[in-house]
């Protein structure tokens, strides 16, 4: 099956800063997705993004699917986008990279 | 104007005791989905239902089952819970496969005594 791999597995910010959060996958695919996992477990979908680039507010999302990435911007990060952000697509299955765990401090 | 229902959102039971979970859509979509959650692991899908067609991951224990009666419901049960299948439980649903764009409900955490 496609592999992904999500960059970095931490990130530790204070208030303000901007991120960048990377998922690689091993093989083109053509639904991808982008989840915050709030604190209570719930997966917030934040962009279906198969190619292109989409924004919503202070979170923007590029996916080049020919070169096999996607990008998750966070600007002007607030504690409440603390979290863990998962990519995920479906390739014959429903795959989810490991993660990234963000930390924004006050 | 919840679309994805999971509930109850906290379920304890007992090593051995038979359980249920539930998940309800209002999006009319035809796939439904569920996924365990282990601490600090990305969810693992365990089957999905295409409209009434089940399809099992093949790494999904037997001990797991499914039930959908109807397109809104889909329901979770776990035969006879061991302490390893506590774990967040969580119910996600997609128009269809390729158009795999998923909507998630709140989750129901599970913990086995």
């Known amino acids: 099956g496609i592999q992904v791999e999500q960059s970095p597995p931490d990130l530790i910010l204070q208030e303000g800063a901007n991120s960048t959060l990377r998922c690689n996958f091993s093989d083109s695919v053509n639904n991808l997705q982008w989840f915050h996992q709030n604190p209570w477990g719930q997966l917030i979908n934040l962009f279906y993004i198969p190619s292109g680039t989409k924004q919503n507010g202070r979170l923007s999302a590029t996916t080049v699917a020919t070169e096999r990435y996607s990008l998750l911007y966070i600007s002007s990060s607030q504690t409440t986008d603390s979290g863990v952000y998962f990519c995920g697509f479906n390739a014959g299955k429903s795959t989810f990279g490991d993660g990234t765990t963000l930390t924004v401090k006050p | 104007d919840a679309m994805v229902i999971q509930n109850p959102r906290y379920q304890v039971t007992q090593f051995g005791k038979p359980v249920t979970l539930s998940c309800s859509q209002t999006?009319?979509?035809?796939?439904m989905y569920w996924y365990q959650q282990k601490s600090s692991q990305a969810p693992k899908l365990l089957f999905h239902?295409?409209?009434?067609?089940?399809?099992n991951e093949a790494d999904t224990p037997d001990n797991f089952q499914s039930r959908r009666p109807n397109t809104s419901f889909c329901f979770l049960d776990i035969r006879s819970p061991g302490l390893g299948d506590a774990a967040m439980y969580l119910c996600a649903t997609s128009r269809d496969l390729t158009a795999w764009e998923q909507y998630f409900g709140p989750g129901t955490r599970l913990t086995v005594t």
């Open positions: 239902y295409y409209d009434k067609d089940f399809n």
């Open positions: 999006l009319n979509h035809n796939v």
